[in-house]
Structures are given as C-alpha cells and as structure tokens.
C-alpha cells in the first residue's frame, strides 16, 4: 500500500483530485469509480474547479457509482443519485448516458446488482475507485464480516454505519437499512483505488487497514492485497499509524515518475 499523510484534510483532497485529474489527462476515455459521503466533497470541488478554469475536459470519461441506498429514488436529497448530480455531475461536461449508479428502485435489485457488474466489465473496466473508509473500516457500503471476495449486492448496514450516518437523516425512520454496493472483490478489480481519510473518527480503520492483518472484520484491509491501493490520509486519520516515519520516507524516496505532486 501506498500511504501518503498531509496535515489538513484540505491538502488530502487537493491531492486526490491531482490524481483523478492526472488520470483524466493522460486517458481521456478513462473509466472513474466514484464515491459519495462527506469525505470527497472538496475533492469533487476542486475538479470543478479544474474544470471551470479549462483545465480538465470530462466529455469521454466514464463513471461508476460504488453505492447507493435502497428504496430511495434519484430525487431524493439523501439519494446518492442527487448527491452526485448536486456535487459533480451538474457542473462537469460528463455525458449523461456515461454516469452510472446503482438503482435502489429497481423492481429486480437482484437482476440489477448482476447487470451493474457487467456494465462496468462492458465500459472496460474502472482504472480508478475512489473510496472513503467508514469508522469501522467499511469501504463501499460493504461491512465488517462480509466476503472479501464479493461482487456488487443488495448489503445490509450495520448498526454502526447507521448511528455515523444518522444526522443526515431528518429521522431514523427515514434511514434505509439496506444498499446496493460494489462488493469487495469488485473494488479490488480497479486499476488503482485511492482512499481518503480524514479526521480523528476514521484513526482507527485506518490503522486496522493499513497496518492490521487482512480480515474481513475490517473490510479495507482487503486492499493489503491490491496492487495499487493508495491511501491519502490527514495527520488526525493517520494518529494511530505506528509507521508514519516509514511512510514520510518511502514518499520523499519516490522516484520522480511515481510522485504526485
Ligand atoms: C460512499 C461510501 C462509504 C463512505 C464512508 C465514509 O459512497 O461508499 O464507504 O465512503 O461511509 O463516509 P464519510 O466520507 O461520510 O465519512
């Protein structure tokens, strides 16, 4: 794994969108996996920003959400669906008809969990997953315990992922309990998977993904076994690493071809 630690969550998030942009530069037609939550919105900014100023051109890329909740449809304000059209997509040049996100209404979710696997085969494949990390180190919306070789499913959260996610629920009731998420073995298929991670909340998914042993209790460990996961972590997320100055060193050794920034 490749771990890089900034001091602000501002500076992991300008970092990420340096690498999503980079990517969209070198492979126009390139396919993104995206993700939702609170963590990639200023990177989703600075995209914008990219992208209002000329310097990003989206209108060959491709898009896949990792997520989105069941039984909540596209208008919906807590819908990933409407978060993405609110955040990024009304603001890019991302053709319509190349944006994907799991459709939590479909009358068959079973049908359409296996229909959303083979688009993302059909598009070529997704060279770049971005992905938040949950307190208890889910990643899409898969959960402690589950497969770490499974494939886009209707998933059940965990009580956990609900009390992190209340508030933006005006009442438990309105909380939906189940999602439809790329599974883990879907994830790993990415050509490269960056992680963000920021705040003090996330310090200890963090710690068991990076240096924990690979177990589905925390599901992004699974990524010990990709072979290119990068994490970008802020100095708070990153508290409980034991191996910061090893990290801080491999990144200074870089060669210039494998630096970022
Ligand atoms: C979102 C997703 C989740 C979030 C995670 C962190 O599409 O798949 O895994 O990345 O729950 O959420 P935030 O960023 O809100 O802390």
């Known amino acids: ?24 530069r070198r492979k126009p037609r390139c396919v993104l996996g995206l993700a939702t939550g609170r963590t990639p919105l200023r990177l989703y900014l600075e995209l914008i ?20 909740y069941v039984g909540l449809p596209p208008g919906h304000p807590q819908s990933y669906h409407f978060y993405m059209r609110e955040n990024f997509f009304r603001h890019v040049n991302i053709p ?5 996100i799991p459709d939590g209404c479909s009358a068959d ?14 598009a070529g494949g997704i060279d770049l997953q971005l992905l938040g990390i949950g307190s208890n180190g889910h990643i899409g919306f898969n959960e402690p315990t589950g497969s770490l070789n499974s494939r886009t499913w209707i998933k059940i959260l965990s009580e956990k992922t609900l009390k992190d996610n ?26 490269h998977c960056v992680v963000l991670a920021c705040g003090a909340q996330k310090s200890s998914a963090v710690k068991a993904m990076i240096e924990g042993p ?4 925390c599901p992004a460990s699974a990524l010990q076994l990709h072979p290119r996961a990068t994490v970008i972590a802020d100095s708070a997320a990153a508290a409980r690493l ?16 494998q630096k970022y920034e």
């Open 49 to 68: 920003r990219l992208y209002a100023a000329g310097e990003l051109d989206f209108s060959g890329v491709e898009t896949f959400n990792l997520d989105e």
């Open 242 to 257: 034991d191996h910061s100055e090893h990290y801080r060193w491999i990144e200074q050794h870089k060669l210039d071809w």
């Open 166 to 191: 209340a508030a933006l629920f005006p009442t438990p009731e309105e909380q939906p309990r189940h999602v439809i998420s790329m599974g883990i073995g879907t994830i790993l298929e990415a050509g």
């Open 96 to 100: 319509a008809r190349l944006t994907h």
């Open 1 to 24: 794994m490749e771990v890089i630690i900034r001091d602000s969550a501002e500076e992991v998030s300008v970092l990420g969108a340096k690498i999503v942009a980079r990517l969209v």
């Open 109 to 122: 979710l079973r049908r359409h969990c296996l229909d959303y696997e083979t688009a993302i085969k059909e």
């Open 214 to 217: 690979v177990s589905s209790m």
